[in-house]
């Protein structure tokens, strides 16, 4: 890993600049390569240009000034882009079809614009999560447009990005998967990410610190395109099932008076198991999860394979939804005309994206069933106002506390670290009752108790106010 070559700058396109795209181009800027961000969104590419990051993602904006213009820029014209690039990152959207398939229209239209803008032997790689076969796919549709077999490759180099964490994760990455179909290409993802995985990038003046050192830098996988492929699937439809899991576990935790939390630190401590996606709540969400579990499940459906255990996997994922909302309806008896402080609308913490938020589904329950919403989010309110704008219903407030005046009752719907450090004293008097309803267990139910309040979570005995007897199952 140490001749020259390996460590040499590599001209690099990344097409889309979502979460994915942009943390990808910023990053590999941070790591020394020549990077065009291609983007068709244009008032994006502008507010880009003038260093303004329009995602909210740690570490981002500041990286983002610090390489614009020099290791990387932006534009709308894909020729720019292509023409100086040996590899093109493709990392436009993937959303859910109809069938629970990935849409791919973007990526066959962004390979169609590839085809006709190649000069030269350019290495294609799929950034976005995509279904296993797609590289054929991308390679057919090359050959459609003229494109000869000697001059691209195609590789598959899933990102598996959190968002919130996005930057640390790319840079300080658990491994970094590269499905290549022969060496050439394989090469040139190993000269990419050389900076990682031969630790050179750890020494730099100013690198992000985390996990990852010179001593013990980035791990890289070499594996077939398929593989690299199912691997991103795997992975993510592992972590969604090790959350509905859980889920599972805290539903039945809850029914013989167990607590969850508890439960999973037991588990959590073998290492086999491990204790990280063990969080019980109301559910995952976002944009890679619940697609992706869905996409798998097509994946192996259309290859006759039996894998009903993620149909089970979205089906508990939907149910925690469902039955935390009854937790509301009981905690309050009826609905209609009441009001709630609604803590959180992003789809977990430390991020402003609402794609698939469990928050703003519960919220959308709530409203239809007549409830007054007073909602906050450290980061998601004008996410959420494009989607859910307020109405008579719907009112978006600038503190938890203002959210809590003469509200029935608070529910928190998001993991912020901010909602686990309330005053609760200032929270109990702002509420009409002292009732809080938790879906992601932030608080300890012994602290609830004493200062006060009914605490309802998941997985965790019910704690009742001195003055409000506890409800009956009868009287749902
Ligand atoms: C990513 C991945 O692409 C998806 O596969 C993964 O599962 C989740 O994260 P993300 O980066 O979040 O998606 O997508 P999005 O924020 O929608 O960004 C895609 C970008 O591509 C947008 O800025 C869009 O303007 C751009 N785009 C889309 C193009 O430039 N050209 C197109 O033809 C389509
Ligand atoms: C995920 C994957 O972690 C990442 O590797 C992949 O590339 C993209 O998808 P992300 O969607 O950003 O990342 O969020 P993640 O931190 O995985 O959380 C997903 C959802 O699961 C959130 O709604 C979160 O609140 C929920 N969650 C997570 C739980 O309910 N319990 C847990 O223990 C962990």
Same mark, same amino acid.
């Given at each position: 890993?140490?001749?020259?070559?390996?460590?040499?700058?590599?001209?690099?396109?990344?097409?889309?600049s979502g979460y994915v795209g942009l943390v990808?181009?910023v990053?590999?800027?941070?790591?020394? %390569?020549?990077?065009?961000?291609?983007?068709?969104?244009?008032?994006k590419?502008?507010q880009l240009?003038?260093?303004e990051t329009p995602i909210f993602e740690a %570490?981002l904006p500041?990286?983002l000034?610090?390489?614009?213009?020099?290791?990387?820029?932006?534009?709308?014209?894909?020729?720019?882009?292509?023409?100086?690039?040996?590899?093109?990152?493709?990392?436009?959207?993937?959303?859910?079809?109809?069938?629970?398939?990935?849409?791919?229209?973007?990526?066959?239209?962004?390979?169609?614009?590839?085809?006709?803008?190649?000069?030269?032997?350019?290495?294609?790689?799929?950034?976005?999560?995509?279904?296993?076969?797609?590289?054929?796919?991308?390679?057919?549709?090359? %050959?459609?447009?003229?494109?000869?077999?000697?001059?691209?490759?195609?590789? &598959?180099?899933?990102?598996?990005?959190?968002e919130g964490?996005a930057v640390?994760?790319?840079?300080?990455?658990?491994?970094?998967?590269?499905?290549?179909?022969?060496?050439?290409?394989?090469?040139?993802?190993?000269?990419?990410?050389?900076?990682?995985?031969?630790?050179?990038?750890?020494?730099?003046?100013?690198?992000?610190?985390?996990?990852?050192?010179?001593?013990?830098?980035?791990?890289?996988?070499?594996?077939?395109?398929?593989?690299?492929?199912?691997?991103?699937?795997?992975? #993510?439809?592992?972590?969604?099932?090790?959350?509905?899991?859980?889920?599972?576990?805290?539903?039945?935790?809850?029914?013989?008076?167990?607590?969850?939390?508890?439960?999973?630190?037991?588990?959590?401590?073998?290492?086999?198991?491990?204790?990280?996606?063990?969080?019980?709540?109301?559910?995952?969400?976002?944009?890679?999860?619940?697609?992706?579990?869905?996409?798998? &499940?097509?994946?192996?459906?259309?290859?006759?394979?039996?894998?009903?255990?993620?149909?089970?996997?979205?089906?508990? #994922?939907?149910?925690?939804?469902?039955?935390?909302?009854?937790?509301?309806?009981?905690?309050?008896?009826?609905?209609?005309?009441?009001?709630?402080?609604?803590?959180?609308?992003?789809?977990?913490?430390?991020t402003d994206d609402?794609?698939? &938020?469990?928050?703003?589904?519960?919220?959308?329950?709530?409203?239809?069933?007549?409830?007054?919403?007073?909602?906050?989010?450290?980061a998601a309110?004008?996410s959420?106002?494009?989607?859910?704008?307020?109405?008579?219903?719907?009112?978006?407030?600038?503190?938890?506390?203002?959210?809590?005046?003469?509200?029935?009752?608070?529910?928190?719907?998001?993991?912020?670290?901010?909602?686990?450090?309330?005053?609760?004293?200032?929270?109990?008097?702002?509420?009409?009752?002292?009732?809080?309803?938790?879906?992601?267990?932030?608080?300890?139910?012994?602290?609830?108790?004493? %200062?006060?309040?009914?605490?309802? &979570?998941?997985?965790?005995?019910?704690?009742?106010?001195?003055?409000?007897?506890?409800?009956?199952?009868?009287?749902?």
């Open positions: 890993m140490s001749d020259s070559n390996v460590t040499a700058s590599v001209n690099i396109c990344v097409i889309g990808a181009a990053c590999f800027a941070e790591m020394g %390569h020549h990077v065009v961000c291609v983007d068709n969104n244009e008032e590419v502008a240009q003038r260093g %570490h500041e990286m000034v610090r390489h614009l213009n020099k290791g990387v820029k932006f534009t709308t014209d894909l020729a720019e882009g292509i023409h100086p690039a040996e590899a093109v990152f493709i990392a436009v959207g993937t959303p859910q079809g109809n069938t629970g398939a990935a849409d791919l229209s973007y990526v066959e239209a962004v390979v169609s614009q590839i085809a006709q803008a190649m000069n030269g032997y350019k290495v294609l790689v799929e950034k976005s999560t995509v279904p296993v076969y797609t590289n054929e796919w991308i390679t057919r549709c090359m %050959h459609r447009h003229g494109v000869a077999s000697d001059r691209f490759d195609i590789v &598959s180099n899933p990102e598996f990005l959190r964490t640390g994760d790319f840079l300080h990455p658990d491994r970094i998967v590269v499905g290549a179909n022969n060496e050439r290409s394989a090469e040139l993802l190993r000269r990419i990410y050389a900076p990682l995985t031969d630790g050179s990038y750890y020494t730099q003046p100013g690198a992000l610190e985390g996990p990852c050192s010179a001593e013990e830098p980035a791990k890289l996988v070499v594996t077939s395109a398929q593989s690299a492929e199912i691997i991103k699937h795997a992975a #993510n439809a592992f972590l969604a099932m090790k959350i509905s899991f859980i889920n599972a576990v805290a539903n039945l935790a809850e029914a013989v008076e167990a607590d969850i939390e508890d439960i999973a630190l037991g588990m959590g401590l073998d290492a086999r198991i491990g204790p990280r996606f063990l969080r019980a709540g109301l559910g995952y969400g976002g944009s890679c999860f619940p697609k992706d579990v869905a996409a798998f &499940s097509w994946v192996a459906e259309q290859q006759g394979v039996d894998f009903h255990l993620l149909s089970e996997v979205r089906k508990i #994922n939907e149910r925690q939804l469902d039955l935390f909302f009854e937790k509301i309806h009981s905690a309050l008896w009826t609905l209609r005309g009441k009001k709630i402080a609604a803590l959180g609308l992003a789809f977990k913490s430390d609402i794609r698939d &938020s469990p928050a703003i589904a519960l919220i959308r329950r709530l409203l239809e069933a007549g409830v007054k919403v007073a909602a906050y989010d450290p309110m004008e959420a106002q494009r989607v859910l704008p307020a109405s008579e219903l719907l009112s978006y407030v600038a503190d938890p506390y203002t959210a809590a005046e003469h509200a029935d009752a608070t529910v928190i719907l998001t993991e912020w670290k901010q909602f686990a450090e309330l005053d609760l004293n200032r929270m109990n008097r702002a509420l009409k009752f002292p009732i809080m309803i938790d879906g992601r267990n932030l608080y300890s139910p012994a602290v609830m108790r004493d %200062h006060g309040f009914t605490y309802v &979570s998941v997985g965790r005995p019910a704690i009742y106010a001195s003055t409000m007897g506890r409800p009956r199952k009868s009287t749902i």
